[in-house]
C-alpha cells in the first residue's frame, strides 16, 4: 500500500479509479490491473476490506474475530482460482442446531453438514414422524436443482430471466421465485420449527414478512442457497480479514495503486466519457485524478450523492440485523445434553420457530424490538481456532447475528433499544443454556466483558454503509429481468449507473450481494469489453 501523505497516487489520470476498498473494489482492482490498466484505488477508512476484515475487538486479547461478515458461500471458486488467492474455506461440521423447548422439556433439531442418520433420528424425534424429513429433504432437492442452474451464470453476463426458467422446474420456480416463499414453506411443512429453520434464510439482513408481496425475502433466501452450486457457508480461516488479505496482494501484485484515508467526496462524470474523482487525505488535503472510467464500491445511494445528485430520503435503503461478537471462557452447556463442540459449530437458530419469525416481523414493524428476537449464532473457533492467538484453552468465539431488527428501532433511544435488543438476544440463548452465557464471557484487558454489539447505524457509521444495510440495498433477482435493456457491456453485466463512464462494483450492483467478489468481478468484464 502506498503511504499517502508521501504519495498521493502516481498518476494525474488512471485508466479506472475505485471509489472504495471493500473486497469487490479489490476484486476489480486486481481483475483489471492483470489485464494491464493502470487502476488506483481509494478507501476513505486506514484500511481495506469493507465488512470484510478481521479486528481485534476486545482490548488486551490477541483474538482477531471476522468483525462484521464472517462466513463465505456466494465466492465463486472460479473467481477465487483466477485471482490464485491463497484463502482456505472450511466447512462446517454442523449445518444446524436448533434447540427446543417442547412442554418444557429441551430437545433440539439437528443437521449434520453431511445429512445421515443422526439428521434423520433427530426430525423423528422433533416431529414424530417421518414426513417431515421427507419434506425437508425434497425441497432442499428442489432448491439444489435451482442452485445449480443459477451457479453456474454467476461469473457470466445476466442470463435473462426467460433462460433459467426454462430450465427449472417450473413448480419449484413458483415456490421460489414467483410467490411469496412463505407460501411453500406453510405448504411443504407441518413443524414450526422446521418451517422457522427453513425461513430464516429468506432474512439474513432483510426486512420482510415471509408473505411480503416485494418477494425481497425470496430474493434474499435465494442468494443464501446457491452459492457454488451447493449454499454451503464454509469459514475463512484466519477469519475474514484473509479473504480481503489475499485479494489486496491480489491487486496490488498485479500493480494495482490502494490509497488508504482517502474519503471520496465528489465523482465528476463527462459528458463524452471520462471523469474526475476528488477525495480528502487525513491530513485534510484535497486531491483530484482523472479517470476514464470510475468504479463505485459505494453503494449506489452513495455515489448518487458523491455525483451531486439529491436522492430522496425514503429511497435510503435501511439495514435489519444486530451483530454482537463475544469472547468465552467456555463454551455454555446445554440443557438438551447435546455436545456444545456439536451445537455451536453449525448455525444456532434461537427464537426463529416460523410462528416466531413472524411474531418478531409485526413488533418491528410496528416499531417495537421483538419481545423473542429471533437470531442465529456459530462459534468460529470451533473450525479454525487460528483466530484466537496466545488465549487460555477452552477459549473460543461465539458470533450473534440478529435478524428483524431494523435501523428504524434505534432512532428514538439508540442505547436503550441497543441494550434491550442485546438483552433480549442474550435471553433467546439463556434459556437454552445450563448455565448463563454472561457467566462464559471472557474480560478484556479492562476488565470488561467481551462484548461488541453493533445495531444498523453502528455498521453504517463504521463502514458508510447507508442505513447499514449489509448489502447496499435490497437484492435483486440474479438475472435480468424481462424488458431490461442490455445493449451496453455494463447492462449486460448488471453494473450500470446513469453516467457512461461510472459503473456500480460493489454489494449494490445486480448480483454483488454478500462477500462474493461479484460485482467486483461483472465490473471489470464490462470495463474490458469496453476499453
Ligand atoms: C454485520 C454484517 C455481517 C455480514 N455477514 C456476512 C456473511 O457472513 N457472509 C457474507 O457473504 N456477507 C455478509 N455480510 C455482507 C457482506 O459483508 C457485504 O455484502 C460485502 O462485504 C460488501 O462488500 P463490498 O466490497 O461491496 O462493500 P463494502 O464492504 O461496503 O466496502 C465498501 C468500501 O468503500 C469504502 N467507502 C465508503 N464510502 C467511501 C468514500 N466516500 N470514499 C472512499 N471509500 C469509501 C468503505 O469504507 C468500504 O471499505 C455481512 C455484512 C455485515 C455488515
Known sequence: ????????????????????????????????????????????????????????????????????????????????????????????????YTPTLRDGKPGGLLVERHERDATRHSFLELTGAETEYDAWREFYADVAEMARVVAPTLLQPLPTERELRERVDPGTWRDLVTRPLGEAVERRFTDDTVRGVVATDALIGTFASLHDPSLVQ??????????????????????????????????????????????????????????????????????????????ANVAPWVLQILLGEQPEPDTKPEGSQLKINFLLDRLPRLRSGVDPAVAFAGTLHLGEDYSQLEAAYADAAAGRVPSV??????????????????????????????????????EADPEGAKALAVERAIASLDQHLVEPLMSCVARDGNGDPCLEAKVPQDVERDLAMPGGHIFHGDLDWPWAPARARLDTPAQQWGVQTNRDAVLLCGSGSRRGGAVSGLGGHHAAQAILAMR
Open 373 to 410: 428476537m429471533p437470531g442465529e449464532v456459530y462459534c468460529h473457533s470451533l473450525t479454525d481456532p487460528s483466530i484466537l492467538g496466545d488465549v487460555p484453552s477452552g477459549t473460543h468465539t461465539l458470533t450473534y447475528f440478529g435478524l428483524l431488527t431494523p435501523a428504524s428501532l434505534f
Open 1 to 96: 500500500m502506498i503511504d499517502m501523505a508521501a504519495h498521493p497516487g502516481t498518476r494525474p489520470t488512471y485508466d479506472v479509479v475505485v471509489v472504495g476498498g471493500g473486497h469487490n473494489g479489490l476484486v476489480s482492482a486486481a481483475y483489471l490491473a492483470r489485464a494491464g490498466l493502470s487502476v488506483l484505488v481509494l478507501e476513505r477508512l486506514g484500511h481495506t476490506g469493507g465488512a470484510a476484515v478481521s479486528a481485534t475487538a476486545f482490548p488486551g486479547l490477541p483474538t482477531r474475530l471476522s468483525r462484521y461478515s464472517y462466513l463465505v458461500s456466494v465466492m465463486p471458486e472460479q473467481l477465487m482460482a483466477d485471482l490464485r488467492l491463497d484463502v482456505t474455506l472450511s466447512s462446517r461440521r454442523t449445518a444446524s
Open 218 to 295: 425470496n430474493r434474499c433466501f435465494l442468494y443464501h442457497l446457491i452459492g457454488n452450486g451447493t449454499g454451503e457457508w464454509r469459514v475463512p480461516v484466519g477469519g475474514m480479514g484473509s479473504v480481503t488479505g489475499a485479494l489486496e496482494r491480489a491487486a496490488v501484485s498485479a500493480g494495482a495503486e490502494i490509497l488508504t484515508g482517502a474519503g471520496v467526496s465528489a465523482v465528476r462524470a463527462d459528458e463524452h466519457g471520462g471523469g474526475e474523482v476528488t477525495w480528502t487525505s487525513d491530513d485534510g488535503a484535497s486531491h483530484s485524478v482523472g479517470a476514464r472510467f470510475v468504479l
